[in-house]
């Protein structure tokens, strides 16, 4: 089993920047996809953004595109998501969650262990 830690979660105003951190504990080498999703008030949870812990590639919901980016430490336990140009619509909870999956995924089916999440409010 796997431990999951969100953290840099806070109150930003449009614009701004958040770096998320995930850190990840216990049998992590069973898990080879780190993920980040969010769900905000009266909305369904959403993938926004999965990293390989082996060779770090990528991918991104659409609606983040270009202003959040992804990445791992060299011990591959530590996963952050950088998240620039915020708008009021990134307001939610953010939680990081793992995967057995080889393949990246923004599908929440495919993660097993999810951390407690952290909030995030874009608001003037």
């Known amino acids: 089993q796997v431990q999951l830690v969100e953290s840099g979660g806070g109150l930003v105003q449009p614009g701004g920047s958040l770096r998320l951190s995930c850190a990840a504990s216990?049998?992590?080498?069973?898990?080879?996809?780190i993920g980040w999703f969010r769900q905000a008030p009266g909305k369904e949870r959403e993938g926004v953004s999965c990293?390989?812990?082996?060779?770090?590639?990528?991918d991104y919901a659409d609606s983040v595109k270009g202003r959040f980016t992804i990445s791992r430490d060299n011990a591959k336990t530590t996963v952050y998501l950088q998240m620039n140009s915020l708008k009021p619509e990134d307001t939610a909870i953010y939680y990081c969650?793992?995967?057995?999956?080889?393949?990246?995924?923004?599908?929440?089916?495919?993660?097993?262990?999810w951390g407690q999440g952290t909030q995030v409010t874009v608001s003037s």
């Open positions: 969650a793992t995967a057995f999956e080889t393949v990246l995924t923004l599908d929440q089916e495919d993660y097993e262990s």
């Open positions: 990293i390989k812990r082996d060779d770090a590639s990528t």
């Open positions: 216990g049998f992590i080498a069973d898990y080879h996809v």
